[in-house]
């Protein structure tokens, strides 16, 4: 079993877009991913904290109806 690990915007912004997500956009403070209706709030660090990663993953999981494991992350 896996564990989570700091993740790089970059790497991050792909994993969403194989998760169906669109863009990043320019928003007013950060920048946003679409998926369906929702907005995803995407902060402009060039490296995400394990707690920082794990706070935008629970939204990600409500946005798509499915719990994200850490393994299962690090396959995406």
Do not use: A
């Amino acid at each position: 079993m896996s564990r989570w690990l700091p993740c790089k915007r970059s790497v991050f912004i792909k994993r969403l877009r194989k998760l169906s997500f669109e863009g990043p956009y320019s928003g007013t403070r950060h920048q946003f991913m679409v998926y369906g209706h929702h907005r995803l709030s995407i902060p402009l660090n060039s490296e995400y904290s394990v707690p920082q990663l794990k706070m935008m993953l629970k939204e990600v999981e409500s946005i798509i109806g499915k719990i994200i494991t850490p393994d299962w992350w690090n396959r995406l």
